[in-house]
């Protein structure tokens, strides 16, 4: 029987002010969502007091949140595959949003630790929303609608740091989570109303053991590069975690791979469009994550280290600022240049600006507007090179596993955050200088970790030029049923569930 033929974008209800608010409400959660992943740093120094904790209690605050997200990415991406994106990015942001409400309403140091874990969930908001945005939107908006999806990650972090700066300077500190409660619930009125629920599913059992596997590697993992620093890296604790999730993500990966429907198909990761862009993520995550680590200590460093310029809280957010509004504006570049030229050109250059602003950083880290250069270049760098990642996936996997894939990929990019962050902390901690007695990074180790996340970002450069460039077009399968290869998901399909559909076109 013929298939029928595709309906317009009228057809398919793709006009309307719903419509035209679809990317910018998913953008709006993505910002929202890296806004959360920032909002706690600011009060740190000040939660010990303010919860009647230790420092190493309050640190949770932070690793609760990174555990959860990287444990729950991949799970709620496989999830949204199989049960509708749409519903599953509504129940992720909501749990977001109750982690705000729960802080609004505690000083408890056990309770607020497990309100960030739920934060955490958001994390899989950037995944959802690019797999959404594969599904719905015609091919000549898609590859502008990722590229700015992919950046409110860095966006959202530069924004979070000042605001949450403001509001802790001038309100109790319980107000940051009553604002991002109130916007959390809007953002999920907002999807309801102007967010379709996409018809490509990947039907199947969902797989439990799969997902308990890799929760507990991955949290053996984390919590090990995590608290290395503190527990202390050649400590039992540690090096059974090390151990621990060695084995527990090697039988986890032997019972992947005999899976009927695994929870990450690893014979498809196996291949190297779609593994190279994952090791691609996890170097890319460690250069980027540096910048944000190392120019709010280093802008903050008394006056008295002989480089360090004193700055306030709210005057480091704002450093950062620039670096937030140049991902904003170059992100529409970057979705033409990946057209233009393939997203692997794309993520390759992005690695090697993120070199070059590490190399400004290295020649001048004493002027503040060199600093901010600097930082901004590897912003620029940074949003060239994320909006070019999840081009690579959706175009090297099937419709179906779009949601878990790029779930897997900004996994492998919050690991390498995770790195990123053990290796910085145990480099300043190796380069020290007393001042007033007290030991303080001193410049050489600022520039060593400058050095170390330069290299990192041109092995990342390296990695983007080894992935293999798009097959030659051969016959699409929609071509015997009239169908445009580029038509969105939902007009070629309806209503139905599609199965190991091939993107083209991302």
């Known amino acids: 029987m013929a298939s029928p033929a595709p309906m317009s974008a009228p057809d398919r209800g793709t006009t309307g002010l719903r419509a035209r608010l679809t990317v910018p409400v998913l953008a709006y959660c993505g910002i929202l969502m890296a806004v959360m992943q920032t909002v706690v740093v600011p009060l740190l120094p000040d939660l010990p ?127 940051m989570f009553r604002v991002t409660a109130v916007l959390g619930a809007t953002g999920v009125v907002l999807v309801r109303w102007a967010v379709p629920e996409s018809p490509v599913r990947e039907p199947g059992r969902f797989d439990m053991t799969g997902a308990l596997g890799l929760a507990a590697g991955l949290i053996c993992l984390l919590l090990a590069v995590s608290q290395g620093g503190q527990w202390g890296w050649g400590s039992a604790r540690i090096v059974g975690l090390f151990l621990a999730a060695v084995l527990v993500l090697a039988l986890w990966r032997w019972q992947q791979l005999r899976a009927d429907r695994p929870l990450v198909d690893l014979r498809l990761v196996s291949r190297p469009r779609v593994g190279l862009a994952h090791v691609a993520a996890l170097l890319t995550g460690f250069a980027f994550y540096a910048n944000s680590l190392v120019t709010a200590q280093l802008v903050q460093a008394p006056k008295a280290t002989g480089y360090g310029l004193g700055l306030s809280i709210v005057q480091t957010g704002l450093c950062l600022l620039p670096g937030g509004v140049t991902m904003l504006l170059f992100s529409p570049l970057s979705a ?150 580029d038509a969105p998901a939902r007009a070629r399909d309806g209503p139905r569930t599609v199965k190991g559909e091939a993107m083209e076109g991302a």
């Open 49 to 175: 007091r303010l919860t009647g904790a230790s420092p190493a209690a309050v640190s949770w605050m932070v690793t609760a949140a990174l555990l959860s997200g990287a444990v729950l990415t991949p799970v709620l991406g496989r999830a949204g595959d199989m049960y509708g994106k749409r519903r599953v990015l509504l129940l992720s942001f909501a749990l977001m949003t109750a982690g705000s409400v729960i802080c609004a309403s505690t000083s408890r140091i056990g309770v607020l630790i497990a309100a960030r874990a739920l934060q955490g969930a958001a994390v899989s908001v950037v995944p959802l929303s690019i797999s959404i945005l594969r599904d719905e939107l015609p091919a000549e908006r898609r590859g502008s609608a990722v590229s700015l999806m992919s950046s409110t990650v860095g966006i959202g972090a530069a924004l979070g740091l000042p605001a949450a700066a403001v509001v802790i300077q001038y309100a109790d500190w319980h107000t």
């Open 336 to 485: 033409r240049l990946s057209a233009a030229r393939g997203p692997r050109v794309t993520l390759a250059l992005g690695a090697a600006v993120i070199a070059v602003g590490y190399a400004v950083r290295i020649a001048d880290s004493r002027s503040l507007w060199m600093i901010i250069v600097g930082a901004a270049v590897v912003a620029t760098g940074t949003t060239l090179a994320y909006s070019a990642l999840p081009a690579l996936v959706l175009r090297a996997v099937p419709a179906g596993q779009t949601a878990s894939a790029n779930g897997v990929n900004v996994l492998m990019r919050t690991i390498g955050q995770a790195v990123s962050s053990a290796a910085v902390a145990a480099v300043l901690v190796h380069h020290t200088v007393p001042v007033a007695g007290v030991p303080v990074p001193a410049l050489h180790g600022y520039l060593v970790a400058f050095a170390v996340a330069a290299a990192v970002a041109l092995a990342a450069c390296a990695v983007a030029l080894t992935i293999p460039g798009d097959p030659a077009p051969g016959p699409a399968p929609e071509a015997a049923s009239g169908t445009a290869p």
